[in-house]
């Protein structure tokens, strides 16, 4: 194990890479002028924050649709299915394995790209996380359509704000696990040029390999 | 690889951003045209001037001499048959809010009261009837030019002395009088519909002088410029007051007492026969330009609110009055004393006074009308009583976020009756000539015909005025962390519903933060002992 050589597979494709920096994006913007309209600082200013974060939520919501199309007709959406198989060794080698240099447990494929952690986390991301916020955004900003026979903005803000608190957490601590690959900025510069370092040893069809993939 | 990714990311990025274009907010519509609601209202008011058909100083009926006003009035009368009939029937006339004439409740010629003035006695105090429509109060016709002489023109004077020259049989005698005649009919000649002058007489001066009733009246209207009032500035639409305040039959639009201006903001489009009193009769609901969040605050927030900066923002305006410090005399002589506006700040007939330039209103929710205390109303002496004041709640639908001037007193109340009361103030027993608060008391509510037990002392009281007038223009409309601000916003004080920027929940923010500094401890940490076991990985690697 400890001879193995490393490899790179291309494990992300264009769409996927685009997705995710242009949500890591509109998450990291929606946060900051998010937190302005609620009053923690200011920064650009209240008028100019709410029209960015409608504008950005809006686009959101719309380039989720898409998202939520493309995860469905690639059939990517299986990457999200949550499994106990060998999530505790995954908790495990977090908790202590990553201390003793101990090889993570789950090596990334294409057919399986998230280990059971992530897919458990990334499943309740944007099953549950991202719909909720993107609703309750939906409701706060149609508010005045509605307002007067349903209820008050007050708990549509409160989950908004919530929901946001634990975007940020979720966030955190995303950002650091990227540290965690085989350098520090290994898994970050996967999903910037697409291609993964794994070990040679783990299984890889020949369609995986850089001659014969673009 | 990276390099051929550029192109399609850019493609779709565009694609994308085209896409959710057409629903952006105003971040995606920088100028442009014209907000909708000024475009409309520039419509409403493009015909610049009301044709008229007709010179009154061509009508023979009004080049005769005159000997009183009530004959000016016959003349009038002559051709607008239906004008003194109409009139009556006003509340300009009445002093009554109610149509109905038994009904004394609310009006200056009821039971109403305030906390300037406070009472104006059943008409009993004359120095009240200077504002009066009539020759006469009541007891004589109505004097017309009061509303519609365009001449600043001592009418009662000039027919006292006409009168006093016409019993005399001295020809210079009828000379004079005949000149002053000729002063008269040359004065009556010149009639228009009311201007400002003819309005601003009375309702800039409310309260016995300039600027100190209203706040947003005063007769710095009488020319302003547009800085000042966007419609009535002279250097911009010129507005006269009869341009909103709408009439029919001699009934102007605007709010009395308890009864709001209008039942339901319509705008023209909706209703073109309603009056033009309302902001949206011209601008609309959704004046603001598309998308604009700014439309999405008209079903809770008064234009007003937003558009009136401050008020009373060249002439002061009086703030409170403590009748309690009245009474004062230097060498045992009435005196006052000025304060820094150039207003008086005590005066021995009145009592203790604030004047303020360029005040912050406060903020009610306010459906239009307002509840009103009367000298008949129970009180509770222990609380600020609230004379007048807005009605609205949050929840109710027809309720606005609205500005008013909110003008503090403190004033004589019956402390056996718990009741607000009405001293006599001017002529030679009121309180002005006597400083004796149990005689003008007395005297005061025996106007009124309601009880005075004798027994007095002064409560502290509120009263509301709207603040609709002094419209800004748009540049110096609020801006939206006068509201949207955690702390000290101008709405800080108002409840009973959520504004971002304004409220959190405690219990969400500090689960909030928990979380986050959970999360930053739990990476800190972690990060912490991977760099100290940092070698354990090489060594396994490495070795």
Redesign the interface.
Known sequence: M?DKKIIKIYLYT??E??WHW?QAFMIVALIITGLE???TF?LL????A???H??IG??WL??FA?FVFWLFTTGEWKQYIPTTKKLFSVVIY?GFG?????PHPVEKSPGAKHNPLQRLTYLGLSALLLPVQMFSGLLYYT??LW??FMI???PV??IH??M???L??FL??HV?MT??GHSLFSHISGM???WEEIYETTTVEEWELPAKR? | MTKKCIPGLITIMLTAFLLVGSSAPAATNPGGDEAPGRKMAKQAVKREKRWITTDHTKHEILQKPFMSGEEVTQACLSCHSEASAQFHKTIHWTWLASGDKKDMKYGKAGYSVNNFCISANAMEDKSCLKCHAGWNGVDEGVNCLKCHGTEKFNYKEAFTDIQAFAQDDDPESKEIMEEIQAEVTNAVGKIALPGRNNCGECHFKGGGGDGVKHGDLDTSLMKPNKILDVHMGTDGEDFSCTRCHTTTNHNIAGRVYTNPAVESSKSLLEDDLAPKITCISCHSDAPHKNDSKMNDHTDKVSCQACHIPEYARVNPTKMSWDWAKAGDLKDGKPYHTKGELGKDIYKSIKGQMTWEKNVVPEYFWSNGTQTSTTAEDIIDPSTVVKVSHPVGDAKDPDSRIFPFKIHRGNQPYDKINKTLLAPLLSGEKGYWTTFNWEEALTLGNDTLGLPFSGEFDFVKTTYAFPITHMVAPKDKALDCTQCHRRDNGRLATLSGFYMPGRDKSTAVDSLGWIIILGSLGGVGLHGLGRFFTRKNGRRKNHG
């Open positions: 400890d264009r769409f890479r685009f242009l309209i609620h009053g200011s200013g209240f008028q100019r709410v029209n960015v409608n504008f809006l686009s719309v380039l898409f977090y990553i201390f003793q240099g101990k508010w005045n307002a007067g008050p903005l007050a803000a409160w704000t919530l946001a608190f634990m940020i957490s955190l601590v650091y540290t965690t910037i040029t697409g673009k």
